[in-house]
């Protein structure tokens, strides 16, 4: 368990070069003389609206400017997320059902904040704002420019044990469809339909604005690749056994091999633009060979077994990035094994030595060793110039066998190295 010490130790470090990483990707501030910079923004992948961001007008440059929406009218990650500057009220209600009030909450408060634009439209725009509390969105209308927000106020009904809601955001939209759109029946029937959620709420704008719109955010940041390698793989076959217990060696005794492993897999990248957490399905092959002998302590009897292990894995597995820059990044992983076996011809063998007589039993595929069996991995290391990914692994101990009082476990150590196809 040493292992998986070290790894919660690692984890609990991550804040730490969480503070001191930078993502700086192509983007542009909009500063308050409503000059375009060009240059890098520092993408941290935001689950709220940032209050600040810092930008680079070239990669090089050793001290970054600091804006916020009292030198900044707005900002981008190019091809990614859009940030234009308003004061807005913002509401202050909850959605989280435990905390609902019992009855409409419209308090709201008054702010200067960048809201992210998903849709940029010749009538209409769409813009959101993420807090703590939840994610609003609101409208802007073109021909007076103003900005609303687009109401939605939910409440626990005491009388119907339910939670309801007073949405605004349909009468307001259908107003809008009313100016721009009088007669089109197909985008009053949408607006109704429409729940308060982005992807909703983006179809309807768009149509608002006779289809011809821009959608700010990309329909998903997650994207794929694809990477093979090959390493080397230390495992160690261990036989373990009750007290008092007999099986086919003493409790302990084990042998180790080492062996070449491929590997080859893809990743799904939940954000390709900051590639902090992502899911891997690895597959991996190698070929163990262990070799047995133990002599009886009055050395009249020895026990041997010369087996051979083609072990092929599949393992889905999580890895997160806890360091990340363009040129390296850090990252933790852990996997479940689904571990598939195949063996040699095996035979146990047992040699009797009587004076100057010698005889010799076996028994064919014993013990019997199971064909299927999960396992799990753990692995970190450092992915350089994001192509090249080197790292370390440990496969914590699984049984390969099904005996009551014995067991067959077989763990491992495995260095490797991974190209990554982009």
């Not at 409409?104 to 704002?129: E, H, I």
């Not at 509390?133 to 103003?146: A, E, G």
């Not at 029946?185 to 709420?201: F, H, M, P, V, W």
């Not at 076996?341 to 064919?364: C, D, G």
């Amino acid at each position: 368990m040493k292992q998986l010490f070290c790894l919660l130790l690692l984890l609990s470090q991550a804040p730490l070069f969480l503070q001191a990483q930078s993502n700086y990707k192509p983007g542009y501030v909009i500063n308050s003389k409503n000059d375009t910079l060009k240059g890098f923004v520092d993408y941290r992948e935001w689950l709220k609206n940032p209050r600040e961001i810092n930008f680079k007008q070239t990669q090089a440059a050793a001290t970054p400017q600091k804006f916020t929406v009292a030198n900044a009218n707005g900002f981008a990650i190019t091809n990614a997320e859009y940030y234009d500057k308003f004061t807005v009220n913002i509401s202050t209600s909850t959605v989280e059902l435990a905390q609902l009030s019992h009855s409409p909450n419209t308090a709201y408060t008054t702010d200067t904040v960048f809201l992210q634009n998903l849709v940029n439209g010749k009538n209409v725009s769409l813009y959101a704002w993420t807090d703590n509390l939840k994610s609003s969105y609101y409208i802007f209308n073109k021909q007076t420019h103003t900005i609303e927000y687009l109401r939605q106020y939910l409440y626990f009904d005491e009388e119907s044990r339910s939670v309801t809601g007073i949405n605004g955001y349909i009468s307001q939209l259908l107003r809008l469809a009313y100016q721009y759109l009088p007669g089109d029946t197909k985008i009053i029937t949408r607006i109704q339909k429409a729940n308060y959620a982005e992807s909703d709420l983006t179809s309807a704008v768009i149509a608002l604005n006779g289809g011809k719109a821009t959608q700010q955010t990309v329909n998903s940041n997650s994207g794929v690749r694809f990477f093979a390698g090959t390493g080397l793989r230390y495992s160690k076959l261990q036989f373990n056994s009750s007290a008092g217990q007999a099986g086919p060696f003493s409790n302990g005794i084990h042998d180790n091999a080492i062996s070449p492993v491929i590997a080859a897999g893809m990743d799904l990248l939940i954000n390709k633009y900051t590639e902090k957490l992502l899911f891997r399905l690895e597959i991996t092959g190698a070929v163990n060979s262990y070799h047995f002998s133990e002599a009886s302590a009055t050395n009249i009897t020895t026990n041997a077994l010369d087996v051979k292990v083609y072990h092929l894995s599949a393992v889905p597995q999580i890895m997160y990035n806890f360091y990340s820059t363009d040129k390296l990044k850090a990252f933790i992983d852990l996997g479940v094994a689904m571990n598939f076996y195949k063996y040699n011809n095996y035979n146990y063998t047992t040699t009797y030595h009587y004076s100057t007589i010698t005889s010799v039993t076996a028994q064919n595929k014993y013990p019997d060793l199971q064909g299927f069996e999960f396992s799990i991995p753990v692995k970190a290391g450092v992915q350089i110039n994001k192509r090249m990914e080197v790292y370390g692994a440990y496969w914590l101990p699984s049984s390969l066998s099904k005996y009551l009082y014995f067991s067959a476990d077989q763990s491992a150590f495995q260095a490797g190295v991974n190209y990554i196809f982009r």
